[in-house]
């Protein structure tokens, strides 16, 4: 009976697959963002012809937040509602522990957006000494809200349209 | 006896081992993959100013290019051109006109006159986190008043 003989299995040449490896790892390397860059959209109140920004038509608010030493005022201006029922939309948010409670203006900012559906403006307004990263913060709590809906987080969008002015003295 | 044991280590010197690559194969391909998810071509043409550390931030928003004015701790630069010093929380040795940083609005004007972006009115803004409102707000006034009403306040991601 003949011996069958088996192939030699011969071992694949993987040095220049690895050439290119090593080439494209440092030049990757010298590229590559470690860190990564976003933008927040803002705008300052300009005086213009168009329609003012103060919520108009449908019922809707703009929100006014004032950031001051001891915490947020709020206030509301929309062209639409009341100046009673604005009035009962104003509140107070005191620092916690030092710092500015963005967990509480979330929570009421989101209350207001069910009730005014339609609103997608705030006025951040920081005093002089406000540092950079708590308006950034406050922007952001601002902006959206974190929840979560049938056991998965998701954002759920609040006042989108930010404008930064300041106190007129 | 010796003899034997001396051609048997002969012959094993003569087969060169190969070396086996397939595991370093692995490394290197994870290392690519994971460069290659990272890399962003937008990211490369933002250049932060040395002395500044951005605010870190959950926006998702992307980069835009716009003309970029930057307040780090030592000085005020629109692109790479020096405006004016920055010392503490304010900007020093310049004319200030009623509020508006005279020199900043000058070159953000000549900008603006010379600029092909399709929005006019957008300024990309690196400021360090750690300023007060007073001094962004000034550098912020000038370019509203240069025609710049619109911002992009540049973040670091969280």
Redesign the interface.
């Known amino acids: 009976m003949p011996r069958i003989r088996r192939p030699k299995v011969e071992?694949l040449n993987?040095?220049p697959?690895?050439n290119l490896?090593?080439t494209?790892?440092p030049l990757?390397?010298l590229?590559?963002?470690?860190?990564?860059?976003?933008?927040?959209?803002?705008?300052?109140?300009?005086q213009s012809e168009e329609e003012s920004d103060v919520a108009a038509g449908k019922a809707a608010v703009t929100m006014n937040i004032q950031m001051t030493g001891k915490g947020y005022t709020l206030t509301a201006s929309s062209g639409t509602i009341g100046e009673v029922e604005l009035k009962s939309l104003d509140a107070l948010i005191p620092k916690k522990s030092g710092k500015y409670d963005l967990e509480k203006l979330s929570k009421y900012l989101e209350k207001i957006k069910r009730r005014y559906e339609q609103s997608d403006t705030i006025m951040v307004i920081?005093?002089?000494?406000?540092?950079?990263?708590d308006?950034?913060?406050t922007?952001?709590a601002a902006?959206?809200m974190e929840a979560t809906v049938g056991g998965k987080k998701r954002k759920i969008p609040l006042f989108p349209v930010v404008v930064?002015t300041?106190v007129v003295e | 006896m010796f003899d034997a044991v001396m051609q048997r280590r002969s012959r094993a010197s003569k087969e060169i081992p190969s070396l086996n690559l397939n595991s370093m194969m692995d490394m290197l391909s994870i290392i690519l993959v994971f460069l290659l998810a990272n890399i962003s071509a937008e990211e490369q043409d933002f250049v932060i100013a040395k002395n500044l550390k951005l605010p870190n931030s959950n926006s998702s928003l992307g980069f835009d290019k716009a003309v970029q004015v930057k307040l780090s701790r030592r000085e005020l630069l629109i692109e790479d051109t020096f405006v004016a010093k920055v010392s503490g929380n304010k900007i020093v040795g310049v004319d200030i006109d009623g509020g508006k940083i005279v020199p900043l609005y000058n070159l953000l004007q000549r900008y603006r006159s010379l600029s092909k972006d399709a929005d006019k009115t957008m300024v990309v803004f690196q400021a360090d986190k750690n300023f007060s409102f007073e001094i962004l707000n000034q550098v912020m006034r000038t370019a509203a008043m240069a025609g710049y009403p619109n911002f992009r306040f540049a973040i670091q991601k969280k």
């Open positions: 071992d993987l040095i697959l690895m490896f090593v494209m790892i990757l390397l590229t590559a963002a470690f860190y990564h860059i976003g933008m927040v959209s803002v705008s300052v109140p300009t920081p005093g002089k000494k406000v540092k950079y990263q308006m950034i913060e922007m952001d902006r959206q930064v300041s």
